[in-house]
């Protein structure tokens, strides 16, 4: 393999599957608190949900996983799943939403290129709700290469959109 392969530019990631402990549990807080509809369930052991009546963003499943412990903090594997919300207006209306069930935020920063929030679901998977900003306002060097950041956010200004909604 002595070419580099570079994937075609309208590739995504279609969805995330997790193994879970408690798939009602699961389900409800990926209903409730993150706001996803449940498109599919196979029985006992799977469901699939999305926004916006898509097949499935995400698959939730206890296959392997029915009861299981969580994952060391500094075991490897997923980070986070993160939800890209249309503007601000959206990501307020989720933050409120998340606040009101109770639900800790692990985080929360401006990285110039997106303003995001981290918090994890009821297995520790970590979950990152954010809005992008414009490609144009993405902070750049003199020279054009991207330099995003990690500063601090304005939680208060964020939860007041959701007010004023």
């Known amino acids: 393999m002595t070419q580099t392969y ?20 699961s389900i409800a807080f990926y209903r ?14 799977a469901a699939f949900l999305s ?9 939730l499943n206890t296959w392997e996983s029915l009861g299981g412990p969580r994952p060391p903090r500094h075991a490897v594997g997923l980070y986070h799943t993160a939800f890209l919300f249309p503007d601000r207006v959206a990501l307020a209306r989720a933050f409120k939403r998340v606040l009101e069930a109770g ?18 679901d009821p297995d520790g998977n970590g979950i990152e709700l954010y809005v992008d900003r414009p490609e144009t306002e993405w902070p ?25 909604a």
């Open 32 to 45: 409730d608190v993150i706001g996803l509809e449940v498109m599919q369930r196979y029985g006992a052991q």
């Open 51 to 59: 926004a916006g009546g898509y097949h499935h963003h995400l698959g």
């Open 140 to 164: 750049r060097d003199a020279q054009g290469t991207l330099r995003m950041v990690n500063d601090r956010m304005d939680l208060g200004a964020l939860l007041a959109l959701a007010e004023d």
């Open 6 to 25: 570079t994937a075609h530019p309208q590739t995504r990631i279609g969805h995330v599957h997790l193994k879970v402990s408690d798939l009602e549990r």
């Open 103 to 120: 639900v800790e935020l692990d985080g929360a920063a401006d990285h110039g290129v997106s303003e995001a929030l981290y918090l994890s």
